[in-house]
């Protein structure tokens, strides 16, 4: 098939390995890094888009989209799905991998070495078809509310994880998350079992190191020393700052953790 992913950073660069691998055609639209190529030009013949682009990119790269054309959002900074309104056929994928995980496992691949699969989530079946390998699995297949919303809270997380170091390395600060994320699935419309599914908790556990642009932000929080607010390269900054755009997004009364970090980030700007 052919593919364009709208964004060619790193994520979405180590995906589109993983298509190629499964013989995709695979093409790109990125202003900053193929100047050259229109988004026009870009998707003109693609049979499937795929969403690889920060998520503050959207309100310019979405109304451009045709609406017929299959979307794919791997991108985790969303809390709503209003910006995907109108697609016909709208999917997201999510999981628990950095960008070169995925490429270290496409090249042992290619070597014919075996390393232990990665496991993602996706939303429909098509993207099961499309990604799945003998080094990368999609299992299960989730609501597409629930893979986009687990991928904002992770981030979210992953930036209160870092500003509560030490404390974080308490079983009971977890556990308290995996319990807050439940119900903010739950309060929702998402199903709260997906906290344990790829795209949750085990995304989140994955990110609690200096990895992640998140749990990094978080330390660098706590320390009084983060960077500006509108640096929309940490997409839980840019997932937190949704919320007062999105009020279908709901928090609840008592997701502690949550609130306090949704306020230190703000109260950072």
């Given at each position: 098939?052919?593919?364009?992913?709208?964004?060619?950073?790193?994520?979405?660069?180590?995906?589109?390995?993983?298509?190629?691998?499964?013989?995709?055609?695979?093409?790109?639209?990125?202003?900053?890094?193929?100047?050259?190529?229109?988004?026009?030009?870009?998707?003109?013949?693609?049979?499937?888009?795929?969403?690889?682009?920060?998520?503050?990119?959207?309100?310019?790269?979405?109304?451009?989209?045709?609406?017929?054309?299959?979307?794919?959002?791997?991108?985790?900074?969303?809390?709503?799905?209003?910006?995907?309104?109108?697609?016909?056929?709208?999917?997201?994928?999510?999981?628990?991998?950095?960008?070169?995980?995925?490429?270290?496992?496409?090249?042992?691949?290619?070597?014919?070495?075996?390393?232990?699969?990665?496991?993602?989530?996706?939303?429909?079946?098509?993207?099961?078809?499309?990604?799945?390998?003998?080094?990368?699995?999609?299992?299960?297949?989730?609501?597409?509310?629930?893979?986009?919303?687990?991928?904002?809270?992770?981030?979210?997380?992953?930036?209160?994880?870092?500003?509560?170091?030490?404390?974080?390395?308490?079983?009971?600060?977890?556990?308290?998350?995996?319990?807050?994320?439940?119900?903010?699935?739950?309060?929702?419309?998402?199903?709260?079992?997906?906290?344990?599914?790829?795209?949750?908790?085990?995304?989140?556990v994955l990110c609690l190191n200096e990895r992640s642009r998140n749990f990094s932000y978080g330390l660098e929080l706590a320390e009084g020393n983060a960077p500006v607010i509108g640096n929309t390269t940490i997409e839980g900054i840019y997932a937190i700052n949704s919320i007062d755009r999105y009020p279908d997004f709901i928090v609840?009364?008592?997701?502690?953790?949550?609130?306090?970090?949704?306020?230190?980030?703000?109260?950072?700007?």
């Open positions: 098939m052919k593919i364009t992913f709208l964004g060619a950073g790193v994520y979405g660069g180590a995906l589109a390995k993983v298509l190629e691998f499964n013989n995709h055609q695979v093409n790109f639209y990125d202003p900053y890094k193929y100047s050259d190529i229109s988004l026009k030009d870009a998707i003109k013949e693609a049979e499937i888009l795929i969403y690889a682009a920060p998520a503050s990119a959207a309100e310019d790269i979405l109304p451009q989209l045709p609406k017929d054309i299959p979307l794919v959002c791997v991108s985790k900074g969303f809390i709503s799905l209003k910006p995907f309104l109108g697609f016909e056929k709208f999917y997201t994928l999510g999981g628990a991998a950095f960008a070169e995980d995925i490429e270290t496992a496409v090249s042992a691949a290619k070597s014919g070495s075996k390393v232990e699969p990665i496991v993602l989530a996706a939303s429909d079946k098509l993207l099961a078809e499309l990604f799945s390998t003998d080094f990368l699995h999609i299992d299960p297949i989730l609501e597409t509310k629930t893979i986009l919303l687990c991928g904002a809270l992770k981030n979210i997380y992953a930036i209160a994880a870092g500003y509560n170091q030490p404390e974080n390395n308490d079983k009971a600060f977890y556990d308290k998350i995996i319990a807050e994320w439940e119900e903010v699935l739950n309060v929702n419309g998402c199903d709260s079992r997906a906290v344990l599914a790829p795209c949750g908790f085990p995304d989140l609840p009364e008592h997701a502690d953790i949550l609130k306090n970090i949704i306020k230190e980030v703000k109260d950072a700007a």
